[in-house]
T-cell receptor
Framework: DAGVIQSPRHEVTEMGQEVTLRCKPISGHDYLFWYRQTMMRGLELLIYFNNNVPIDDSGMPEDRFSAKMPNASFSTLKIQPSEPRDSAVYFC?????????FGPGTRLTVT | AQSVTQPDIHITVSEGASLELRCNYSYGATPYLFWYVQSPGQGLQLLLKYFSGDTLVQGIKGFEAEFKRSQSSFNLRKPSVHWSDAAEYFCAGEVEGGYQKVTFGTGTKLQVIP
């Protein structure tokens, strides 16, 4: 198994631009989570899905953030417009029976 | 409130020495508990989990953890630390009624010195 796949691994963009982060979960996992990690705030849960349906998006910081899961093998996290304070590492994780498996993350830098 | 707490932000141990990382939980019932490790530039990796039963659980990379209800603790241990164990370690616990949602502690950064 290839594990959770995230792309891109690094993203540098200018303030105001749209950013789309992608995630392919492990096959057979029925939960998918999006996290953000920064030095100041640690690891934050943004949103998570069960069987492609969003369960809890209370961690999404603003309306600028949106996430979709059109099918069991793909999810996106979009930021539009991006701001410098969105700079962070964004992780996708998938799980089955509570065991979460994390992707390598996308390091986002907004200048 | 359901939470896990890691009281140590940073720990330094000598290579070959034993290690114990602390985690305390605050739950009404016995929670599902986990330890994860994050190496620099990597995602989090599950080391071990406790759901029920035997209170001493074995994990990968030679780690173990002991669930102690009386102390509300789930400490991570390793008898002999290797330089490659230098990383950040996160304790996590389920969020009851949270559909497999877990809450993570703030992490303990482990430094290993020769």
């Amino acid at each position: 198994d290839a594990g959770v796949i995230q792309s891109p691994r690094h993203e540098v963009t200018e303030m105001g631009q749209e950013v789309t982060l992608r995630c392919k979960p492990i096959s057979g996992h029925d939960y998918l989570f999006w996290y953000r990690q920064t030095m100041m705030r640690g690891l934050e849960l943004l949103i998570y899905f069960n069987n492609n349906v969003p369960i809890d998006d209370s961690g999404m910081p603003e309306d600028r953030f949106s996430a979709k899961m059109p099918n069991a093998s793909f999810s996106t996290l979009k930021i539009q417009p991006s701001e410098p304070r969105d700079s962070a590492v964004y992780f996708c994780a998938s799980s089955r029976l509570y065991e979460q498996y994390f992707g390598p993350g996308t390091r986002l830098t907004v200048t | 409130a359901q939470s896990v707490t890691q009281p140590d932000i940073h720990i330094t141990v000598s290579e070959g020495a034993s290690l114990e990382l602390r985690c305390n939980y605050s739950y009404g019932a016995t929670p599902y508990l986990f330890w994860y490790v994050q190496s620099p530039g990597q995602g989090l990796q599950l080391l071990l989990k406790y759901f029920s039963g035997d209170t001493l659980v074995q994990g990968i990379k030679g780690f173990e953890a002991e669930f102690k209800r009386s102390q509300s603790s789930f400490n991570l241990r390793k008898p002999s630390v290797h330089w490659s164990d230098a990383a950040e370690y996160f304790c996590a616990g389920e969020v009851e009624g949270g559909y497999q949602k877990v809450t993570f502690g703030t992490g303990t950064k482990l430094q290993v010195i020769p």
